[in-house]
Nanobody, 125 residues
Framework: QVQLVESGGVLVQAGGSLRHSCGAS????????LGWLRQGPGKERECVTS??????????YYTDSVKGRFTISRDDAKKTVYLQMNSLKPDDTAIYYC????????????????WGQGTQVTVSS
């Protein structure tokens, strides 16, 4: 059974930091890109960041609104992907999902086939 299990969602004040992690089991991990997607209240779901397979350069994608503030990383030995979020803003309030891309390359336009349960992040002003 495929599982992506997230941890780290909480309430934080604007300007604060959070670190999310997402561990995978029951699926191949190293051969796929991984991503963090979010859906804010009244907003469409968007891909916040993704990281390609390490064998494909491990290149990361970031949506414009989080560049310079968020960092994605992966540890293939632990089958875990991380999201470091700094300088958080109220606009970052959303449910955050980790997901496995179907292929080696991530981004906002690729399909994601396995998803975590989602964790709520609330940033107060």
């Amino acid at each position: 059974q495929v599982q992506l299990v997230e941890s780290g969602g909480v309430l934080v004040q604007a300007g604060g930091s959070l670190r999310h992690s997402c561990g995978a089991s029951g699926c191949t991990f190293n051969w796929h890109a991984l991503g963090w997607l979010r859906q804010g209240p009244g907003k469409e779901r968007e891909c916040v960041t993704s990281i390609n397979r390490n064998g494909n350069g491990g290149r990361a994608y970031y949506t414009d609104s989080v560049k310079g503030r968020f960092t994605i990383s992966r540890d293939d030995a632990k089958k875990t992907v991380y999201l470091q979020m700094n300088s958080l803003k109220p606009d970052d309030t959303a449910i955050y999902y980790c997901a496995r891309a179907r292929g080696e390359v991530g981004g906002s336009a690729v399909p994601y086939d396995y998803w975590g349960q989602g964790t709520q992040v609330t940033v107060s002003s």
